[in-house]
Nanobody, 122 residues
Framework: QVQLTESGGGLVQAGGSLRLSCAAS????????MGWFRQAPGKERDFVAA????????VYADSVKGRFTISRDNAKNTAYLQMDSLKPEDTGVYYC???????????????WGQGTQVTVSS
């Protein structure tokens, strides 16, 4: 089992920045690729970004490319999502997830955090 806990969400004005953290415990963190997803009210959970186990490769949704940066610190068992130039459409609950391989499919991820709310005001 891998336990994931997100933090860092909040209310921010459009154009602002937030940094989300995902702290992992349980099994060896470096054995898992990490992903970030978000879910707006009444909508499906969408892929945002993912990073390989070593951190050497990343992938982003087109809607966040150039604005968001995913990273990880395996020594600290933590993944991050730096969000810059935020837009109102970025509003939603952000979830981190762990899987043995890199994928953009939410169905493939085995472990999920409880989510953290991000609200971007216009």
């Amino acid at each position: 089992q891998v336990q994931l806990t997100e933090s860092g969400g909040g209310l921010v004005q459009a154009g602002g920045s937030l940094r989300l953290s995902c702290a992992a415990s349980g099994r060896t963190f470096s054995n898992y690729a990490m992903g970030w997803f978000r879910q707006a009210p009444g909508k499906e959970r969408d892929f945002v970004a993912a990073i390989t186990r070593s951190g050497g490769n990343t992938v982003y949704a087109d809607s966040v490319k150039g604005r968001f940066t995913i990273s990880r610190d395996n020594a600290k068992n933590t993944a991050y999502l730096q969000m810059d130039s935020l837009k109102p459409e970025d509003t939603g609950v952000y979830y981190c997830a762990a899987n043995v391989f890199l994928t953009m499919s939410s169905r493939a991820y085995s472990y999920w955090g409880q989510g953290t709310q991000v609200t971007v005001s216009s």
